[in-house]
Structures are given as structure tokens and as C-alpha cells.
Nanobody
Framework: VQLQASGGGLVQAGESLTLSCTAS????????MGWYRQAPGNQRELVAL???????NYADSVKGRFTISRDNAKNTVYLQMNSLKSEDTAVYYC?????????WGQGTQVTVSS
């Protein structure tokens, strides 16, 4: 599975961005699809996760501000990020877990200026 992430950029605090991750195959039966992020000097951390059954999980730091969604027809997962904060600055990575194999997309930089 190849994952193509896009949508990063430079925004001011309080603004919004939407990240997209398009897969090279159908995502309808991909167990988990999610977004992780890694800030300089930090470990990569889970931001949001979408399961094939429809449930989602979010990091506490983004609950109420970020929304993950899937469009199976477009083989795409989105991360809507609202009320961005400077601490959201990181490289964001798309991830897919199919059976026991995990796949990463290339990162997309999100920079939030305060």
C-alpha cells in the first residue's frame, strides 16, 4: 500500500488545515488508518486513528479540535485540524495497518506560528 499525504503548510494560531492521505488501493477493509506526528526532538506520536468499523481515537491534546474521517470512494483519509496551536507544529505522517503489515506515507509539514 502506498500512501500519499498532502495538505500541510504554514498557518497562524487559531486557523485550520485539512490533511489528506490517499492510498494506492481500496481502504474499505484496512483495519486502521491514522495520522501520527513528530516534532523536532520528540518521538512520533499518534494523533488520530480511524478503524474500518467506524470508531475513532484521538490524542488528548487534539480532542475537540481535530477530526479524522474516511472517504472510501476516494481511498482517502482526512484530518481536519481546527484551532491550531503552536504546539501542533510537526511533520504529520499517514499510517495504514492492513492485517499485520503497517505502511507509512511520507510526511507533510505543519507549522503553526503564534
Amino acid at each position: 500500500v502506498q500512501l500519499q499525504a498532502s495538505g500541510g503548510g504554514l498557518v497562524q494560531a487559531g486557523e485550520s488545515l485539512t490533511l489528506s492521505c490517499t492510498a494506492s488501493r481500496s481502504i474499505a477493509n484496512i483495519n486502521y488508518m491514522g495520522w501520527y506526528r513528530q516534532a523536532p526532538g520528540n518521538q512520533r506520536e499518534l494523533v488520530a486513528l480511524s478503524r474500518s468499523g467506524g470508531s475513532t481515537n484521538y490524542a488528548d491534546s487534539v480532542k475537540g479540535r481535530f477530526t479524522i474521517s474516511r472517504d472510501n470512494a476516494k481511498n482517502t483519509v482526512y484530518l481536519q485540524m481546527n484551532s491550531l496551536k503552536s504546539e501542533d507544529t510537526a511533520v504529520y505522517y499517514c499510517y495504514a495497518l492492513l492485517a499485520v503489515l503497517g505502511y507509512w506515507g511520507q510526511g507533510t509539514q505543519v507549522t503553526v506560528s503564534s
